[in-house]
């Protein structure tokens, strides 16, 4: 299948600093492009979808002022987290959508990134 | 390591007729499982979690340790049950989720 490249897979920062996460999709191109959020012991929770070229769409609750998404490539999409603080340490998935072939509504997932603030 | 494989990337059924869509695992640990769904033009949403044992949209899924499966039932399908499917696995630690490839279930009218 497609493979979908997230960098850093783990990052450690402190307090107040802030972290950008990549996702590159690979091999094909990526019109839509899914942030998830993942606790410990708990699925995954979407944060944010991604469109090429125009804003993210944020589901409820989440700071899009804290989040930042840029998606301005069809291969790259990435999550800025500003201000970080130790309540945002947590498990940051992404997932890219292919353009075409049979299946072309399937997702396909980053390895997730570990962010740690400390 | 944690493996997930779902061993078909399409099922296509007619309406009514029974659905399984298979999902194994390979975790040393205690396994947690899931089973996401994406409708067209949707987001990944969950469909169920095996340690609720219950039923959604009609669909159940029993893990099977000796089998280490996961594969997901529903008796009747309906045409609005197209869709992708993911199972996926939770490491003990909670922080790595692994997916399977999906599969996309078809249901023809």
């Known amino acids: 299948g497609a493979v979908v490249s997230q960098h850093p897979s783990r990052v450690i920062c402190k307090s107040g600093t802030s972290v950008k996460i990549e996702c590159r999709s690979l091999d094909f191109q990526a019109t839509t492009m899914f942030w998830y959020r993942q606790f410990p012991k708990q699925s995954l929770m979407l944060m944010a979808t991604?469109?090429?070229?125009?804003?993210?769409?944020?589901e409820q609750g989440v700071e899009k002022d804290k989040f930042l998404i840029n998606h301005a490539s069809l291969t790259l999409s990435t999550l800025t987290v500003t201000s970080a603080h130790p309540e945002d340490s947590s498990f940051y998935i992404c997932s890219a959508r292919d353009l075409g072939g049979l299946g072309s509504t399937e997702a396909f997932f980053g390895q997730g990134t570990r962010l740690t603030v400390v | 390591a944690q493996r997930v494989t779902q061993p078909e990337k399409l099922l296509s059924v007619f309406k009514g007729a029974p659905v399984e869509l298979k999902c194994n695992y390979s975790y040393s640990g205690s396994p947690e499982l899931f089973w996401y769904v994406q409708y067209s033009r949707q987001r990944l949403q969950l469909l169920l979690r095996h340690i609720s044992r219950e039923s959604i949209k009609g669909f159940t899924a029993d893990l099977n340790k000796g089998e280490t499966s996961f594969h997901l039932k529903k008796p009747f399908a309906q045409e609005e049950d197209s869709a992708m499917y993911y199972c996926a696995l939770s490491n003990n630690a909670g922080n790595m989720l692994t997916f399977g490839g999906g599969t996309r279930l078809m249901v023809k009218p």
């Open positions: 991604s469109n090429e070229g125009s804003k993210a769409t944020y």
